[in-house]
């Protein structure tokens, strides 16, 4: 399989210490690329980008490897995006 160059992208990013945000990757790799390479749903996916927080670690380890990027790194983006929703409007189950 060949893996999409914007992933390259992405990591050079990250390295640069520009990575600010986990939506930022999206704006990079569209999301439908993404869950292919990482076998999940469309359907599914675009639920746990809705909401982060059902992100398995799992399913951030898939994606960290694809991106090239430490799997602590990727998780730390994840659970600022989940406390950032958090703060601007509350969990509901």
Same mark, same amino acid.
């Given at each position: 399989?060949?893996?999409?160059?914007?992933?390259?992208?992405?990591?050079?990013?990250?390295?640069?210490?520009?990575?600010?945000?986990?939506?930022?990757?999206?704006?990079?790799?569209?999301?439908?690329?993404?869950?292919?390479?990482? &076998?999940?749903?469309?359907?599914?996916?675009?639920?746990?980008?809705?909401?982060?927080?059902?992100?398995?670690? &799992?399913?951030?380890?898939?994606?960290?490897?694809?991106?090239?990027?430490?799997?602590?790194?990727?998780?730390?983006?994840?659970?600022?995006?989940?406390?950032?929703?958090?703060?601007?409007?509350?969990?509901?189950?």
């Amino acid at each position: 399989m060949i893996r999409d160059g914007r992933y390259s992208h992405v990591r050079s990013i990250w390295k640069a210490g520009d990575l600010d945000s986990f939506g930022k990757i999206f704006a990079i790799i569209p999301k439908c690329t993404v869950c292919a390479d990482m &076998g999940l749903n469309y359907g599914r996916f675009a639920t746990k980008m809705k909401k982060p927080e059902r992100f398995t670690l &799992g399913d951030i380890q898939r994606m960290s490897e694809l991106i090239g990027m430490d799997f602590k790194d990727l998780a730390q983006l994840v659970w600022l995006e989940i406390e950032e929703r958090a703060r601007i409007k509350p969990l509901t189950k």
